[in-house]
């Protein structure tokens, strides 16, 4: 039944006495037999113990219910959809069940390093005015040997900065005050994509946000998102946030806009349609004829069937550590 709570272990008969935890852990899984148990182990290893976890199940199809006798931690509730609603949906219904004051977010084929909870606890704590923070994390692209580090940025203006991508991560890094929801609003279950950023274009126009630089979690990218599903959330992102961009001039509006364009470009091309994704690259480069190089080569790249966004990436790199080495000895020296 949609929905409805099970607890994992036997609930005691006046539940209302019990102490309400002080994190609520949200998992939306979908299909998910596979990589849920991982997902949970790294919230059961983290140094911070009180908290719940809230899975929702979104109508999977395969072995996933089949975890729920076999997960016997009493801090484990599920919640279940009667079919498939979306994410979005899926985690709504885990924060109307949730309990704790924070609201933490993670992804069923994702995984936290031990002191994330700990972390965002500590800086929440010092910092109460700010009720939201996310943190650094490891990208694991399916098929390549190592991952890549990824460090929260600290802008001037997180909305300006949003509106032009979301890098934070936040379906599996972010973590809320519960009562964010309650101005904010829920996730905007018309979104089948995109729907964790849009959640925090709202948010950051009410409250502030705080990032730990530290990596604490790893997001696994196994596939991509299918261009068409990813199409129909940009164009509902773009009517509902163009005014918005605009306020910030018209060359910024432009740039709102392309930038979309070229994600939408990069992902057609890379399903092998060539006339759609080159539809949206003509579309991006009117809008903004100076789009960032990185974005032109992973385009390029999936176009032609290229690597120059990894090369290059890797030269960046390696120009980086070559300039601080030589400022590291110059100061040496100077010395």
């Known amino acids: 039944m949609p929905g409805v709570s099970r607890w994992l272990c036997e609930t005691p008969l006046f539940d209302?006495?019990?102490k309400s935890p002080k994190?609520?852990?949200?998992?939306?899984?979908?299909?998910?037999?596979?990589?849920?148990?991982?997902?949970?182990?790294?919230?059961?290893?983290?140094?911070e113990a009180d908290f719940e976890i809230i899975v929702v199940d979104d109508g999977s199809t395969d072995n996933t219910l089949a975890l729920i006798p076999k997960l016997k931690d009493s801090r484990i509730?599920?919640?279940?959809?009667?079919?498939n609603r979306g994410a979005a949906a899926a985690r709504n219904t885990g924060v109307r069940a949730a309990k704790g004051k924070w609201i933490a977010f993670l992804d069923s084929d994702d995984e936290w390093l031990p002191g994330k909870l700990e972390a965002q606890l500590r800086l929440?704590?010092?910092?109460?005015?700010?009720?939201?923070?996310?943190?650094g994390y490891y990208l694991k692209e399916e098929g390549q040997p190592t991952c890549k580090r990824l460090t929260p940025p600290r802008p001037f203006s997180?909305?300006?900065?949003?509106?032009?991508?979301?890098?934070?991560?936040?379906?599996?890094?972010?973590m809320v005050a519960r009562e964010a929801f309650e101005q904010v609003g829920f996730l905007d279950e018309g979104f089948?994509?995109?729907?964790?950023?849009?959640?925090?274009?709202r948010f950051v126009k009410r409250f502030r946000l705080e990032t730990v630089p530290e990596p604490l979690a790893i997001v696994h990218r196994q596939r991509h998102a299918r261009a068409q599903v990813v199409e129909e959330a940009t164009w509902k992102l773009v009517s509902l946030y163009e005014n918005e961009a605009r306020r910030y001039g018209l060359v910024f509006e432009r740039?709102?806009?392309?930038?979309?364009w070229l994600h939408l470009a990069w992902l057609y091309s890379l399903e092998g349609n060539i006339p759609k994704g080159s539809k949206y690259f003509i579309k991006a480069i009117l809008d903004d004829p100076a789009p960032p190089p990185g974005m032109i080569l992973l385009v390029l790249d999936a176009f032609?069937?290229?690597?120059?966004?990894?090369?290059?990436?890797?030269?960046r790199s390696k120009m980086k550590s070559g300039l601080c080495k030589s400022r590291v000895t110059g100061q040496t020296r100077g010395r």
Do not use: Y
């Open 16 to 18: 209302g006495l019990m």
């Open 77 to 83: 509730r599920w919640e279940t959809h009667g079919f």
């Open 124 to 135: 929440l704590s010092e910092q109460d005015h700010k009720i939201g923070v996310c943190t």
């Open 23 to 47: 994190v609520s852990v949200v998992i939306a899984a979908f299909n998910r037999a596979g990589t849920l148990s991982r997902s949970l182990k790294s919230v059961l290893d983290q140094t």
């Open 304 to 315: 032609l069937g290229t690597k120059m966004a990894p090369k290059a990436s890797l030269w």
């Open 192 to 201: 089948r994509r995109l729907e964790d950023w849009e959640w925090l274009l």
């Open 158 to 174: 997180w909305h300006k900065h949003l509106l032009l991508g979301c890098d934070l991560g936040p379906g599996t890094t972010l």
């Open 255 to 260: 740039r709102f806009r392309a930038r979309r």
